[in-house]
C-alpha cells in the first residue's frame, strides 16, 4: 500500500516537473535567449514537439497494462499468489499484486510495472525526455556566463524569483539528461545481455 502512494506521489511530480520546465522555457527562457525569429521558431518548436511526445509516452507507459499471461504455462514456475502457471520470464509484482509477463522491474515514476506490452512507450518516454532536456540545455547555452558570474544583471533584468526558475530548470535539465543517459546505457546493455532489470540484480547478488 505503501508503495501505491510513492507511486502516485511520483506520478503528479513528475509531471508538475515537466510541466514546469516546459512553462519555464515559454515564459523565461526563450525571450532571454533568442535575437533572430526563425531560429526562435525552430527550436522553439523542437522544444514544444520534445514536450508533448514526452507527456504522451508518460502517460502511456502509466496506464498501459504492462501484460499478463491468459493462459497458464505447462513448462513454467508456479505463482501461488495467483494460483496461476508462470511463463519464462513471467514474475509476480508484489505492489501490483499481478503476474507480468518479461517483467523488467516496477517504477514508481510510472506507477507501474514494466513490462511486455509497455516497455517500448517507457524507452520511447526517456528516450525524448533526454532529447528535450539535451535540447534546452543547448538553447540555454548563451545565458550559462550570465548564470554563473553575471547573475546579479540577470536579476535586475528579469527578476530575482524568475532568475531562480531559470537557474532551477538548468540544473534540472542537466541532471536528468545525465541520468537517462546512464539509465538508457544501461538498458541498451541489457537488451544486448538478453536480461532484465530483475536478471540483472539477481546474478549480481549470485555473484
Known sequence: ?????????????????????????????????????????VLSSLVGVAGVLVVYYYLKSCTSDPGRPSTPSEVSNYCFTCNFGKPFNTHHCSVCNKCVLEMDHHCVWINNCLGKNNKWEFYSFITWLFLGCLLIDLVMLPLYRRIFFDKKSLEKEIGVWETNLVCYTLFLCLSVAVALGMLFEFHRFLYKSNLTTLDYLRRSKLN
Open 1 to 41: 500500500m505503501l508503495w501505491k502512494w510513492v507511486g502516485r506521489l511520483c506520478l503528479v511530480l513528475g509531471n508538475l516537473l515537466v510541466l514546469g520546465v516546459l512553462f519555464t522555457f515559454a515564459l523565461y527562457i526563450r525571450p532571454l535567449v533568442f535575437t533572430n525569429y526563425y531560429l526562435e521558431v
